[in-house]
């Protein structure tokens, strides 16, 4: 059974939240923003070096997924899971988040890639990025690594003819909207309805668990009674 706890017990379990909360708030992100820091001022080469143009903060029109992903994964998820009053909130949270997470991150790459790759075979779009694999055979999987064309330098595009070029922009944005309504309609309708249904089911099964703990006291109480008046000849 769940007891009671007094005034001052709640205050400090608040407190550990909220110090927790603070903690993964910023600790992660310091440490963060100077490993980058130091890794791209590094005279050898490295991973973060190697990969400078993703650490770029000077277009404010498409900010670097990159950025916002270790954002997210070492300050803004971590700091959000000490705060949770129980294990319910935890949980929700977690699987929330993970599922913004991966649909944002992943998802989104994912829908795009498909599509656009299904679009440039079916429909002779040029959707996907292929200069990095020009004359080569590109199998399946090796397709997960295209890149999607910027819709801006879609002019700049050589070899290509006006309706190519008219089909590829409209093909794109079509993508586009289907991306943008796909993950509103798992993050906003799908998940909330799965978590809410798992979380009245994990209440229903812990409150069973608990009325049968009850029960069964109840029935030992009662039996301890009876043995006990027995004893006495009641």
Not at 60 to 83: E, Q
Not at 102 to 112: A, E, K, T, W, Y
Not at 187 to 210: A, C, I, T
Request: proline residues 2%.
């Amino acid at each position: 059974m769940k007891k009671n706890i007094s005034k001052k017990e709640h205050k400090k379990k608040k407190l550990k939240r909220l110090a927790g909360t603070l903690a993964f708030a910023f600790i992660p992100g310091i440490i963060l923003s100077k490993l980058v820091t130091k890794g791209l001022a590094a005279k050898s080469s490295n991973i973060i070096k190697n990969n400078a143009q993703s650490f770029n903060y000077t277009s404010g029109v498409s900010m670097s997924k990159t950025i916002n992903a270790m954002k997210w994964a070492f300050t803004g998820f971590l700091a959000k899971l000490p705060s949770s009053r129980d294990k319910y909130e935890l949980r929700d949270r977690a699987a929330r988040e993970g599922a913004t997470f991966v649909m944002f991150f992943g998802g989104d790459f994912l829908i795009n890639n498909i599509l656009g790759r299904l679009s440039d075979y079916f429909l002779g779009t040029k959707i996907m990025k292929t200069d990095k694999y020009a004359g080569e055979k590109i199998g399946f999987f090796k397709g997960f690594t295209l890149p999607i064309r910027r819709f801006k330098y879609l002019d700049r595009l050589k070899n290509v003819s006006p309706l190519e070029l008219k089909r590829t922009k409209n093909v794109g944005a079509l993508l586009y909207w289907i991306s943008l309504v796909t993950n509103m309609a798992v993050l906003g309708f799908s998940v909330p309805h799965f978590l809410n249904k798992f979380l009245r089911y994990s209440v229903q099964k812990d409150k069973q668990k608990q009325n049968e703990t009850l029960k069964i006291y109840s029935t030992h109480f009662y039996k301890d009674i009876d043995n006990w008046l027995e004893t006495e000849n009641f």
